[in-house]
């Protein structure tokens, strides 16, 4: 399986504010996603990360808020605007495989808290 | 939309199996998974079944698949204390969007 590694792994910052979370990817993959999973819940889809195109996202989430970049196949980055307490979540990068379960693989995620 | 259930907890005696349930809604995902959460960590899958099998088997791990009742089961044999996570079950895969479920807590008691 690919390995994938995000950064930061983990930040607190201020309401208001923004921050751009990185996923590398060791091999080129087509498909990447975003996922976010607040405290105690299940994952939710942000968008889905396209090489060359814009990032197609899921309903309740807009690009103004997750601005996200896909500018080559082992890279994106998402980030989040105009932080809220409510924005507190772990946030994980994914990727879809070419093998025949066609399976996602996550990366360890950014754990993020908004005071 | 898809609705995928689990049960919030499950506590089991390391040495005994543990079977954690799942069920869903909608028939048409290709794929069913499994993925184990570790405290602090990402998410690491276990294994997966297609929709057209009933079962399948990876060493300590047994997946039974009821299409019938839309009910998938993952059965961990000789339960370890490091098997203590939380286990979602997720459907979907290739192209189609992943829905997971609502994720099961397994302690496992020494």
């Known amino acids: 399986s690919a390995v994938i590694s995000q950064k930061p792994s983990r930040d607190i910052c201020q309401r208001g504010t923004s921050l751009t979370i990185q996923c590398q990817v060791d091999?080129?993959?087509?498909?990447m996603f975003w996922y976010r999973q607040q405290p105690g819940q299940s994952l939710t889809l942000i968008a889905t990360?396209?090489?060359?195109?814009?990032?197609?996202?899921e309903s309740g989430f807009v690009i103004d808020k997750f601005p996200i970049s896909r500018p080559n196949l082992t890279f994106s980055t998402l980030t989040v605007s105009n932080m809220s307490p409510e924005d507190s979540s772990i946030y994980l990068c994914?990727?879809?495989?070419?093998?025949?379960?066609?399976?996602?693989?996550f990366g360890p995620g950014t754990r993020l808290t908004v005071l | 939309g898809e609705d995928v259930e689990q049960s919030l907890f499950l506590s089991v005696r390391e040495g005994d199996s543990s079977v954690i349930n799942c069920t869903y809604t909608?028939?048409?995902?290709?794929?069913l998974y499994w993925y184990k959460q570790e405290p602090g960590a990402g998410l690491q899958l276990l294994t997966y079944?297609?929709?057209?099998?009933d079962m399948k088997q990876d060493q300590r791990l047994t997946v039974l698949l009821n299409k019938k009742d839309k009910h998938l089961s993952l059965r961990i044999a000789d339960t370890q204390t490091g098997d203590s996570a939380i286990y979602f079950c997720?459907?979907?895969?290739?192209?189609?969007?992943?829905?997971f479920g609502t994720g099961t807590k397994l302690q496992v008691i020494p």
């Open positions: 994914s990727l879809l495989a070419s093998g025949v379960g066609n399976e996602q693989f």
């Open positions: 091999s080129q993959v087509t498909m």
């Open positions: 990360a396209n090489q060359g195109s814009e990032a197609t996202y």
């Open positions: 909608d028939s048409s995902s290709t794929y």
């Open positions: 079944i297609f929709s057209n099998m």
């Open positions: 997720a459907l979907g895969g290739g192209y189609q969007k992943v829905t």
